[in-house]
């Protein structure tokens, strides 16, 4: 649980009380949700009326089992059953109390008359009810729908925070990796920004032809050893920063064509962009 | 019969109770594995072997953890996936779809199932497309929910929220019938 605190309707809508009860959580889970149940009670409700749906639900899509498969469960558990030896205690009957009623014909007519204005009335607001509360399952599921959005654009918007919290917050020096200089995409053009400290690298693509599916860009590290791979390059992500493996020294970066899935020593005649460390 | 006399009769072995209890759930848990198993035949065989297996392991019931009734239907959604991985048979052919199901209790030979049949289809027409695919995967097919999202490439949150969407649904319109 992220908050200590958990909002209860947003638990409810949270879909786990369905998953509980299809007996798909794991043990953690579950006693998460016996837990949740015991200490709120509205939860405990609404975990009462799915079970109730979900019987109503199998009732009515259900079917009966043959005969045949009935005698055979009971002659499995023939010698396991018993009868009782202590009768449960019958209820004694009660006595039904009849009250003596005058008969006093005008209120009578007065009181039908009054029943059938009323039972009108019921049945109007009940068909107006029946429409309100279609709408209202029909905005609840709209509504769960755009929380769920949120909650993933929430998400990748932290994780793009973080990202930018570490390049304003690092000491980040910025490679122009460009492609002039090759004859592969004259126009290409990758920023490298490395802490060379925490040795953190993420690279933002500017511009970079897209790939048939059979190759990949693949980022370099030239340092003292030789070209090390420290990554693919997305180049469908324009803008946005992809972080790369960690690198010490590099006196240079530069991608390369590369298979699918990168090599283990670059493809020199496919150099797309090389920028060296000022 | 209130759960717990009902619980206490089971813990018994009282004949008259698990009587009861057939009576009152048979259609149910026999429905839960239907759903799952299409093979009439098979189907019985496992709703026997769920059945004796709720009487006699009724001890390990724990009460704290959930009421009966989801126990009994998680024992015989178990033993049905079980059955159908044990006899490999691919989900594509798991079973039918809801429409297949819908019709097949239509073209049952019983009256009673024929009404009914045409209930759950008004049920199932009352969801939308995506709410109707989660019901007919994880409901109709026994797929996991995390299964669903692996295997279509739906958010795992999104499958959440459209099973429960899905079963407010039903309920409302279970409510209505």
């Known amino acids: ?93 009660k006595e039904t109390k009849t009250v003596k009623m005058t008969p006093w014909k005008p209120f009578a007519v007065a009181a039908s008359l009054v029943a059938v204005l009323a039972s009108a009335a019921a049945i109007y607001f009940a068909g107006k009810f029946y429409e309100t509360d279609q709408k209202f399952v029909a905005l609840q599921q709209e509504q769960a729908v755009l929380a769920d959005n949120l909650n993933q654009v929430k998400q990748e918007f932290e994780q793009t925070d973080s990202r930018l919290d570490r390049l304003v917050a690092g000491d980040f020096r910025r490679i122009e990796m460009m492609g002039e200089s090759f004859d592969m995409q004259k126009d290409a053009k990758v920023d490298v920004f490395w802490d060379q400290s925490q040795q953190e690298v993420f690279i933002a693509v500017n511009r970079l032809n ?37 690198v010490a020294e590099a006196g240079a970066f530069a991608i390369t064509i590369e298979p699918k899935g990168g090599s283990e020593s670059p493809t020199l005649e496919k150099l797309v962009v090389l920028g060296e460390v000022a | 019969m209130e759960e717990k006399e009902l619980i206490q009769g089971l813990l018994e072995r009282d004949r008259k109770t698990v009587e009861y209890l057939y009576e009152k759930y048979s259609r149910a848990l026999f429905g839960v594995i239907l759903r799952i198993i299409s093979d009439r035949d098979l189907a019985e065989e496992v709703f026997h072997d769920a059945f004796v297996k709720i009487t ?115 309920k409302k319109n279970i409510e209505r019938i």
Not at chain 2, 60 to 71: I, P, Q, V
């Open chain 1, 1 to 93: 649980m992220k908050e200590f605190s958990v909002n209860i309707q947003e638990y409810i809508e949270s879909g786990k009380l369905e998953l509980f009860l299809l007996g798909e959580l794991n043990e953690r889970e579950r006693e998460e949700v016996i837990a949740m149940a015991k200490a709120h009670p509205e939860i405990q409700q609404e975990l009462d009326s799915l079970e109730e749906a979900m019987f109503s639900l199998d009732e009515l899509t259900g079917v009966e089992p043959s005969l045949q498969t009935k005698e055979k469960i009971f002659a499995t558990l023939d010698g396991d059953l018993q009868e009782r030896k202590i009768p449960t205690p019958t209820a004694a009957p």
């Open chain 2, 56 to 170: 006699q392991k009724i001890d390990s019931y724990d009460e704290s953890k959930g009421r009966l009734y989801t126990w009994m239907a998680n024992i015989c959604r178990n033993s049905a996936i079980d059955k159908l991985r044990s006899k490999e048979i691919s989900q594509s052919s798991k079973t039918n779809t809801i429409d297949d199901f819908v019709y097949g209790l239509e073209g049952g030979a019983q009256t009673q199932e024929k009404v009914d049949g045409i209930g759950v289809k008004d049920l199932m027409n009352q969801l939308n497309t995506d709410q109707k695919f989660i019901i007919e995967y994880i409901y109709f097919q026994g797929y996991t929910h995390s299964e669903i999202a692996e295997e279509f490439d739906i958010p795992l949150g999104t499958v959440k929220s459209r099973l429960r969407a899905a079963l407010q649904v039903l």
């Open chain 1, 210 to 246: 897209s790939l048939s599916a059979s190759f990949d860009y693949q980022l370099w590290a030239i340092g003292p050893e030789g070209p090390v791979g420290i990554g693919i390059v997305d180049p469908s992500q324009p803008f946005s920063l992809q972080q790369m493996s960690a």
